[in-house]
């Protein structure tokens, strides 16, 4: 079965930039989506189809993709950041949903 | 705005059944899928099913396929999640989410979520 997969954690200090990788066979195929979850909040979408941003998100949230990787950047870390970010796509039929395992980002 | 509120969440006995609803407003009901994906303590998440704007396109999770029913009234603009065989390993939190699907080969997306519902199986 498809499976996506990400770092567990990543640090950063405020100011600097975090990268959070996302793998998976299926994403040349199908678009990448990332969601950003707060402590005892919902997810939020954060980026769509690849590399677009949804409105009201910050600009310092950017991706990319290239293969069977798409990345999470986020230029000039702010401790408000710090959250669990989660990669989605889908198998290649396009039917099932599939999550990453989550990445928990923490601000030094 | 788009708002989706979940109720319905509860402790159940391992075994029985539990209904959870999804009440939205703020967009137009039937132009969009709609999901339920839930959150185990601790863990990531994990998509259970979808249904089309229209509920004639339906998939489910294996993990969930027989077990759990999603289904929906455009009448209430509401969305549900019936629950039956419920075991420990559904303990979680439940959302709906608004979804995106360009069409039937392309993934699925969640631009707008519920609050969340937690669901408890104990005895």
């Known amino acids: 079965s498809s499976e996506l997969t990400q770092p567990p954690s990543v640090s950063v200090s405020p100011g600097q930039t975090a990268r959070i990788t996302c793998s998976g066979d299926?994403?040349?195929?199908?678009?990448a989506y990332w969601y950003q979850q707060k402590p005892g909040q919902a997810p939020v979408m954060i980026i769509y189809?690849?590399?677009k941003r949804p409105s009201g998100i910050p600009e310092r949230f950017t991706a990319s993709s290239s293969g069977t990787t798409i990345t999470l950047t986020i230029s000039g870390v702010q401790a408000e950041d710090e959250a669990d970010y989660y990669c989605?796509?889908?198998?290649?039929?396009?039917?099932?949903?599939?999550f990453g395992g989550g990445t928990k980002l923490t601000v030094l | 705005q788009v708002q989706l509120v979940e109720s319905g969440g509860g402790l159940v006995k391992p075994g029985n059944s539990l209904k959870l609803s999804c009440a939205t407003s703020?967009?137009?009901?039937?132009?969009?899928?709609m999901s339920w994906i839930r959150q185990a303590p601790g863990k990531g998440l994990e998509w259970l099913a979808y249904?089309?704007?229209?509920?004639?396109?339906?998939y489910y999770a294996d993990s969930v396929k027989g077990r759990f029913t999603i289904s929906r009234n455009s009448g209430k603009n509401s969305v549900y999640l019936q629950m039956n065989g419920l075991t420990a390993e559904d303990t979680a939190v439940y959302y709906c989410?608004?979804?995106?699907?360009?069409?039937?080969?392309?993934?699925?997306?969640?631009?707008?979520w519920g609050q969340g519902v937690l669901v408890t199986v104990s005895s």
């Open positions: 703020g967009f137009t009901f039937t132009d969009y899928y």
């Open positions: 189809e690849d590399i």
């Open positions: 249904i089309s704007g229209a509920g004639v396109t339906i």
């Open positions: 989410a608004r979804t995106a699907r360009r069409d039937g080969y392309s993934a699925a997306s969640f631009d707008h």
């Open positions: 299926a994403l040349p195929k199908q678009y």
């Open positions: 989605q796509s889908a198998d290649r039929s396009g039917i099932s949903v599939i």
